[in-house]
């Protein structure tokens, strides 16, 4: 499998990471031997026909002083002359208009390339667009690393609960705002002294806004409708509430009667949204920390919840590795 | 798909429910369509070459009054005139001996056919033979209900955390128990009293040995730590300790520290072992009432952590279900 890597940020190098460290164990339990013909970044690229060797890449400081690199080459530039079965994108997120990633997804698909992404942008503004260019040029897209990061969600439902109508979704999708909840409520601080805390722990950006005010939780909740449920809704049809205004005395009310409030993203009746909600301390949603959880509501199987990190580099790697094997067990059977 | 199923309790009466109610969803979908053509009981079998009507024998008071009913025919009697791809074996547990499921098992590999089930016993006992017979065979064993009813482990590693190495388990695997741990913890009961209601609620047997002391959830990480993790092991290999002996003195010292006592299996560093331990309130172990929870540690995802409910006729149909259409796929993509 020729695989083109877009983005080169912590996602891009927990992808190189986990790629290089899984050879072995991939070629010899899914028959899956792998070649990465282009490294993009957004100064650069890396490019070898032959095949990047991503250690060295990865353990380079000064990437411009590798043997590879092309300064300024980008991946809309390289496309038409790359040679690879798969692309792999996880440019920036930008949820207005999906840019870069969804010109990249596009054009990729009308290469004739399976695609997997982490990149809730093109998800959001594009997803039935990118399905109905996916089933013209027979490709396979896939997302599982866009929501919830490690935790795997929709292949959860794709393979292990393939009988079960889903109902519903209740979940934790953000886990900033999730560990801000959490300080306030175990610590008895503000929100701003929550949101320092975790400004100093790297959990928060300099600027939280997507993160407190449920921006990025909407983002992940319109991917998952339109995954799980097959509906076609975008960001504005989520009604969003942000945690900025919950107040330590509301927390301790809640928690004299055992309730959390917790930033609860749901889907349910063909609604959707981003709010804090009361939750009973013994919900299976009273997950702490920068936990992420999604609970579904089945017919068969019942009440099914699964939890993990939603983040970070190689969490989300571990997702994006599960669909390129999805897709090469895939494409190994249809040929 | 031309199936038998042997065992027509709770279990096995929620897979022909299952399986009558999702008849349209599932020749839609994947393209699977399927005919049981015996259905064995303790005292005789249904049988028709035809296919037989499950929503028929389903709403029948009295079994033998149906005109494919057979007195007293077994399903070892039957299998060498039985034309079917696959065998659902859902007969009672026996982890001594693991009778009769086991033979019913092996006499289905031997004759070429694949096999799901949800019978702890012959998992138990004879877990790496069945195994092994399979692969001379070119036979598929699944066996996602055996453990956790509804909640997809099996498949849920080998679907969807693919690419990760898993170290280690934990888990509440008997609902059972943790239903009267939990009461005792919260209606601050005795161990007796807790029993009585999970008795008077029919979540407990009226010889509730099994569960309290631990069987029942050795059984199932015997069947984790072979399924999962490779193992040679047998419920000798287990340490095990029930829940007879917790005290409500405990539990309440416990909760002074934030702590609650659950039943923990585990599987780690080659250990497996069922106990009463102290878990923080705000573990993802720590879930109520009668559910069950299985948290995984990963190399790439970390920890990965489902909850469900861990038993129930129409729960451990859905696993059941799940696993068919796999095969189903399987063969399919194989053909």
């Not at 330590?248 to 309730?259: M, Q, T, Y």
Request: net charge negative; proline share 2%; hydrophobic share 40%.
């Amino acid at each position: 499998m020729d695989i083109a890597l877009v983005g080169f940020g912590s996602v891009g190098k927990g992808v190189a990471q986990v790629f290089s460290k899984k050879q072995n164990q991939l070629r010899q339990k899914y028959d899956l031997s792998f070649s990465f013909k282009g490294i993009f970044t957004s100064r650069g690229a890396f490019l070898d026909s032959n095949g990047l060797d991503l250690q060295s890449i990865l353990n380079i400081r000064d990437l411009t002083a590798h043997s590879s690199w092309k300064n300024d080459l980008s991946f809309m530039e390289s496309i038409d002359d790359l040679d690879v079965d798969l692309v792999i994108e996880v440019t920036p997120t930008n949820i207005d208009h999906g840019e870069p990633g969804k010109s990249h997804i596009i054009s990729s698909i009308k290469k004739g390339c399976d695609v997997v992404t982490a990149n809730k942008g093109p998800l959001v503004v594009a997803f039935n667009e990118l399905q109905r260019l996916c089933r013209r040029g027979r490709c396979i897209l896939r997302y599982e690393g866009s929501v919830g990061g490690g935790i795997p969600v929709f292949n959860l439902v794709r393979e292990t609960l393939q009988g079960n109508t889903i109902h519903s979704l209740r979940g934790i999708l953000n886990g900033t705002s999730n560990f801000i909840l959490t300080q306030m409520t175990y610590e008895r601080t503000s929100f701003e002294s929550a949101l320092k805390t975790a400004q100093e722990l790297g959990y928060a950006e300099a600027d939280p806004a997507a993160d407190v005010e449920g921006i990025d939780a909407a983002s992940k909740t319109v991917i998952l409708a339109n995954g799980l449920f097959g509906m076609n809704k975008g960001i504005d049809d989520v009604f969003i509430q942000g945690i900025t205004k919950v107040t330590p005395e509301a927390i301790e009310l809640a928690k004299n009667d055992n309730f959390l409030i917790k930033h609860i993203a749901s889907i349910e009746d063909g609604q959707i949204e981003v709010a804090p909600r009361l939750i009973p301390v013994t919900s299976t949603l009273a997950v702490n920390g920068t936990l992420n959880v999604i609970s579904l509501q089945t017919d068969l199987a019942k009440e099914i919840t699964i939890i993990g990190r939603g983040a970070g580099g190689e969490e989300t790697a571990s997702a994006i590795l599960s669909d390129v094997i999805n897709i090469h067990c895939a494409r190994t059977t249809l040929s």
